[in-house]
């Protein structure tokens, strides 16, 4: 339960610090993807300096900014993408389990997929597509690990007939 309130906590903080960002800046639409893949990214890093846990800390990240979309004009797709990059990059900077954090952070998107206008399914897939391309830029291997713990309705199809 504290562990909830502290995920609000933080997730309410990053929408505060967005909603500035995004009211005050002309090309969010350019950049808002960049935006929200280093405030996810800076989100995990947080886990050197807080007992909130991996999963916490994801779901933190994904809530807090998406919490954001009503205020910016920007393609939400774009942003669940960039969140899930960051989140899957800043996991990995930390050296922690990228794998619990992408899955993490895809279940986070199915709570805020009414907020970005998109069904369930689809905010999940933009926040895997994002994890999967960041996997990319770590390795195969990272790949393979992110994509095996991810559930198979957010892989993209050209992924899911790889595995079979």
């Known amino acids: 339960m504290r562990g909830q309130k502290r995920v609000k906590r933080i997730a309410k903080a990053l929408e505060k ?21 280093q405030t996810a990214r800076g989100t995990m890093h947080a886990k050197n300096y807080t007992d909130l846990d991996l999963a916490q800390l994801a779901r933190s990240a994904v809530l807090g900014i998406a919490s954001t979309f009503g205020r910016a004009r920007m393609d939400p797709r774009d942003v669940l993408r960039g969140t899930g990059y960051g989140v899957v990059q800043g996991a990995g900077e930390t050296g922690t389990d990228l794998a619990k954090a992408a899955v993490q952070a895809v279940e986070a998107a199915r709570e805020v997929a009414e907020q970005a206008s998109l069904s369930e399914k689809e905010a999940a897939a933009y926040v895997a597509q994002g994890a999967l391309e960041a996997a990319a830029a770590m390795g195969t291997e990272v790949v393979a690990q992110v994509m095996a ?14 595995e079979r």
């Open 149 to 162: 713990s991810l559930p198979e309705d957010v892989l993209p199809p050209d992924l899911e007939e790889q």
């Open 17 to 37: 610090a967005l909603t500035s960002v995004w009211g005050t800046a002309k090309d969010m639409q350019t950049h808002g993807s960049e935006v929200a893949r």
